[in-house]
Every structure is written in structure tokens, then in C-alpha cells.
């Protein structure tokens, strides 16, 4: 019989920190990790499509965007199915994606994101965040969505945790690891935020 496994996911223009953890939920451990790639660079936009797209007429723009947001999905849902696919090859079995999110608000409309520089940056790391989305949909994988201010007074507790997770996993493990971990740690305990943290940390 599987066993339940969550998949972490933070963002970043282009590609996600993705990790998949498991075991019992006082005590869990990292079962694999990836980078997901959601951009092909020899397609117009690339990573940054907003960027690409300033200048452009405004139709000429929106088709821009919406075309890179697409590539991203599908990117993202082949990434998420061979994750899927290597859990149950490992004896687990996807539960959900956990996504991290920024504290930002809701997005203008795409002519007041082209005439702002900090506004461009914003909308072009919602593009690869709502492309996680859609591959979770595509993927039919529960989604929890997480704002990262919120993490981080959850995550302090943790930290000795999250980096016995690391030592035992080995390199990379850096602030996107650690983070995306936690988001899936608390998807996989269902537990909400504040809860006293596990007292161990160990692998099979």
C-alpha cells in the first residue's frame, strides 16, 4: 500500500523548487526534489515575458503573455506528472501540492503592468505561480496555497527540523528547499499554522 506523500512548490521567473516529502507526519522526510522548468528560452517571452512584451501593441502583448503562461502550465504538468510518476515508483502516492505565494495584491490591468518596471517583475512571478496552479488542476492534485509571510513564523519552530530533513538528503538545500519542504510538511499533516512542531526528524 502507498503512502501519502506532498509536493512543496516556490516559484521563481522561469522555474520552481519542488519537493516532495512523506512518511509520518510527525516526522517526515524528503523523498525527492526537482527543479521545474517552465519556460522554453528559444520561444518568444522566455522567463520574462512581460519584459519582452513592453513596447509591443497591446493585443500584441496580451497574446505574448498569454501564450508564455501557457507553455509554463504545460511545463509545469509534465514535471508534476513525472514527479507523481517517480513517487509511486518510490511506494507513495501524490496527496496535493502545497504552493507558496507572495504577499502582494491583486494585479491592474496589463497596460499599467507594462508602464511599471516593479509592476512587471510582480506579474511575471504571478505568471509562473498561476501556471503551478494550473498544472496541479491539469495533474489532479489538491492545491493549498500559502502566502510566505505567513510561513515564516510557523517555519522558526522547525528550523532544526528542516535542516536535519537537509543534512539527511544532502546538497542543495537552500532557502527554496527549505521552504517549499515546509509547505508541504504542513499539506501533509493538515494542521494549521501554529501547531508545536514534531520532535524528530528521520528517514526510513
Sequence with gaps: MRTAAAIGLRAHSGWAAAVAIGGPVEAPWVITRRRIVMVDLHSAGGKQPYHAAVGLEIAEARRMVTDCGARAAALAAAALRGMAGDLRGLGHEAAGCALLLASGRPL????NILASHALIHTAEGELFREALRAASRDCGLPLLEIK???????????????????????PPWRQDQKYAAMAAWLMLRGAPFGVPPPTSVRRP
Design 108 to 111: 491592474p490591468e496589463l497596460e
Design 148 to 170: 510566505e509571510r505567513d510561513l515564516l513564523t510557523p517555519a522558526k519552530p522547525l528550523e532544526p527540523h528542516l535542516a536535519a530533513m537537509g543534512k539527511a538528503i544532502g
